[in-house]
Nanobody, 129 residues
Framework: EVQFVESGGGLVQAGASLNIPCTAPGLTFERIAIGWFRQVPDKEREGVAC????????YYADSVKGRFTISSDNAKKTVYLQMDQLEPEDSAVYYC??????????????????????WGQGTLVTVSS
């Protein structure tokens, strides 16, 4: 079972930036897609960004496009989410996972996690206004 370790969250003011890493030491970074998700209490987890590790293609939810950037360091088995111009609406627990299917519908990035379905502990991002 692949384990994902997210970190780097914190409390920031609106307009600030954060770069949060997700490390997966047991994952082979070849021909896979990795996505960032976020969840707030009483709401479903939503897709934020996704990257095809092999081809480098990147996809974003409309709500973060132009502000967030997903990238990877394959040698370190780490995927990053650079978040700029943070807004209070970005406050959530952020998770990462490998992705089996992806669709972009009505501005939403719909990601279906692959693998065992186990999630890491996530990292909490809180943006104050």
């Amino acid at each position: 079972e692949v384990q994902f370790v997210e970190s780097g969250g914190g409390l920031v003011q609106a307009g600030a930036s954060l770069n949060i890493p997700c490390t997966a030491p047991g994952l082979t970074f070849e021909r896979i897609a990795i996505g960032w998700f976020r969840q707030v209490p009483d709401k479903e987890r939503e897709g934020v960004a996704c990257m095809d590790i092999g081809y480098g293609d990147k996809y974003y939810a409309d709500s973060v496009k132009g502000r967030f950037t997903i990238s990877s360091d394959n040698a370190k088995k780490t995927v990053y989410l650079q978040m700029d111009q943070l807004e209070p609406e970005d406050s959530a627990v952020y998770y990462c996972s490998t992705v089996g299917e992806m669709a972009h519908r009505q501005g939403r990035l719909e990601l279906r996690p692959s693998g065992s379905g186990a999630w890491g502990q996530g990292t909490l991002v809180t943006v104050s206004s």
